[in-house]
C-alpha cells in the first residue's frame, strides 16, 4: 500500500503517512526483507514524508541485520534497489563484501 500511494497515488499527507508508520512499526518483525526495502523506498520517495527518522532508523537496522546473515542474491539485490536514495557506501559495500564471499 505504501508504494502505491508513494509511487502511483502520489499522496503526501501527514495522517495517511503517520497511520502506516504505526501499522509498520507494529508489524515490522514480520516484514520481508524485500518489504523492508518496499517501505524505504515509499518513505523515502516524494519529500517531504512525514513519518519519524525512528522509522527509517530501523528499516536500515533490518536491512543490515538482512546483509549479514542471508545468502539470497535476490534479496540483497531488494536491499540496494529500496535504500539507493540513501547512497550509503558503507551498506553499498557490506552488501558487494556478501555477494562475492557467498557467492
Known amino acids: 500500500m505504501a508504494l502505491n500511494l508513494a509511487f502511483d497515488a502520489k499522496v503526501n499527507d501527514?495522517?495517511?503517512?503517520?497511520?502506516?508508520?504505526?501499522?509498520?512499526?507494529?508489524?515490522l518483525h514480520h516484514l520481508s526483507t524485500t518489504q523492508v526495502a518496499q517501505l524505504e523506498w515509499a518513505t523515502m520517495e516524494l519529500k517531504p514524508k512525514y513519518v519519524t527518522p525512528r522509522l527509517n532508523t530501523l528499516l536500515?537496522?533490518?536491512?543490515?541485520?538482512?546483509?549479514?546473515?542471508?545468502?539470497?542474491?535476490?534479496?540483497?539485490?531488494?536491499?540496494?534497489?529500496?535504500?539507493r536514495q540513501r547512497k550509503s557506501k558503507d551498506m553499498y559495500q557490506k552488501v558487494r563484501k556478501a555477494l562475492i564471499d557467498r557467492h
Open 60 to 83: 536500515v537496522k533490518r536491512a543490515l541485520e538482512a546483509i549479514a546473515t542471508t545468502n539470497d542474491p535476490v534479496e540483497l539485490g531488494d536491499i540496494i534497489q529500496g535504500f
Open 14 to 27: 501527514k495522517e495517511v503517512w503517520r497511520a502506516i508508520e504505526d501499522a509498520s512499526l507494529a508489524v
